[in-house]
């Protein structure tokens, strides 16, 4: 230990103790430190101003729908026996329905819709008919009389024999009626559950007839022959009414997938006259998908 002059030990230099939060505090300013080369830190949380948001909706968009359903048709009275046979030999069958749409938003509930379709009414005949046989056979015989004379008489007669029954003959046939529609449609927002929505529709088409293939003649006798139209044939064009709801799931924005039960019904008769009146009606099943055009 050194000496001081006066005999007395030199006083130590005297240090201040280095406390716990000094080390830290020092820690947190060398954190805070900007490092050359690297971004100052923010103060606060600022917004992220490159981020993309959410493009509007527009107020048009693009749909593509179709499907299938049940069609069946509503009948005026008859003015001959063979069509009253054939009208109740009828049956419901399977049809089928397309339509490309633009639609415009009215609203935020309400949105309005054209554009060009597609509609096949069909029926069918599955019936199996009794259809009577008869076969006629033609003989001849040689009937030989004695006149009492040496000389005999040869009379040739001429005889037919005739069987009769029945042949069961199955009556298959599926008559159609093609249409060119032009519709206008209005759909009513109803609500909205996470990405589903509900909306109603109604409203009419003009429909064109396009040709098909019906049965004429009697109901043992019938056959099938190309519709077409002018008198005694089918009218050009015909007032389809439509009434059904919408379902619709957004799975990417402006892109949403579309279901909607829709009932049919011809309003005005699409066959002229002496044909019976005949209105077809049909309950389809549409799906598709709808684009929001920017």
């Known amino acids: 230990m050194p000496l001081a002059a006066a005999g007395r030990p030199a006083a130590l230099p005297t240090t201040p103790p280095v406390l716990a939060t000094d080390k830290l505090n020092s820690r947190s300013t060398a954190l805070l430190t900007p490092v050359p080369g690297l971004p100052a830190p923010l103060n606060g949380v600022a917004a992220d101003t490159t981020r993309r948001r959410p493009r509007p909706a527009g107020r048009w968009s693009l ?14 009275p008859a003015r001959d026996s063979a069509s009253r046979g054939l009208g109740r030999l009828e049956r419901p069958a399977i049809s089928y329905a397309a339509q490309l749409q633009v639609g415009y938003a009215l609203t935020p509930r309400l949105c309005l819709s054209t554009g060009l379709g597609y509609t096949e009414y069909a029926t069918r005949l599955n019936a199996v008919l009794n259809k009577p046989r008869i076969v006629s056979t033609s003989s001849i015989r040689v009937l030989v009389y004695d006149n009492g004379t040496r000389r005999d008489t040869l009379i040739y007669a001429l005889h037919r024999d005739s069987l009769m029954g029945t042949d069961r003959v199955a009556l298959r046939q599926r008559d159609t009626y093609r249409f060119v529609t032009v519709p206008l449609l209005a759909q009513y927002h109803l609500g909205t559950t996470g990405r589903l929505r509900y909306d109603v529709l109604g409203g009419a088409a003009l429909g064109l007839y396009a040709g098909g293939r019906t049965s004429s003649g009697s109901a043992c006798a019938c056959e099938q022959v190309a519709g077409r139209t002018g008198p005694g044939g089918f009218r050009v064009a015909s007032l389809l009414l439509t009434l059904g709801a919408a379902a619709e799931y957004q799975w990417r924005p402006g892109w949403h997938l579309q279901l909607q039960p829709v009932l049919q019904y011809s309003a005005s008769s699409i066959t002229q006259v002496p044909r019976p009146a005949r209105r077809p009606v049909a309950l389809f099943f549409q799906t598709g998908l709808r684009f929001d055009l920017p």
Do not use: H, I, P, S
Not at 64 to 75: D, E, F, I, T
């Open 63 to 76: 749909a593509l729908l179709g499907g299938a359903g049940v069609a069946y048709r509503q009948l005026g």
